[in-house]
């Protein structure tokens, strides 16, 4: 089972960027899935999660959209407005067969490889 997310970048202050999360390996139809982030020494954070409905972390709430693709095994984050505290590598993770949204990384089975978002002022 294998994660790749893709599509990080340099952008400016108020910007957009679109993240994408391809899986393989498995079908994840009945896993939730969601985006973390990790800035320069920060734990790691909940950014967003998806099931049948979606989720943010209340910093993210109105600037991004997280989404998913079921025929295609992918999940998407749209990243709207970014601010420089933005800036983080970003994960997509995955809890198979398992359809709750929640916040701790350590309830994630799988993990893409980390995105790099970087956010200038």
């Known amino acids: 089972v294998q994660l790749q997310a893709s599509g990080g970048g340099l952008v400016q202050a108020g910007d957009s960027l679109r993240l994408s999360c391809a899986a393989s390996?498995?079908?994840?139809?009945?896993?939730?899935m969601g985006w973390f982030r990790q800035a320069p020494g920060k734990e790691r954070e909940f950014v967003a999660g998806?099931?049948?409905?979606?989720y943010y972390a209340e910093s993210v709430k109105g600037r991004f959209t997280i989404s998913r693709d079921n025929a295609k095994n992918t999940v998407h984050l749209q990243m709207n407005s970014l601010k420089p505290e933005d800036t983080a590598v970003y994960y997509c993770?995955?809890?198979?067969?398992?359809?709750?949204?929640?916040?701790?990384?350590?309830?994630?089975?799988?993990w893409g490889q980390g995105s790099l978002v970087t956010v200038s002022s």
């Open positions: 993770a995955a809890k198979l067969f398992d359809m709750r949204i929640t916040t701790r990384p350590s309830e994630y089975n799988y």
């Open positions: 390996g498995h079908t994840f139809n009945w896993s939730a």
């Open positions: 998806i099931t049948w409905s979606d």
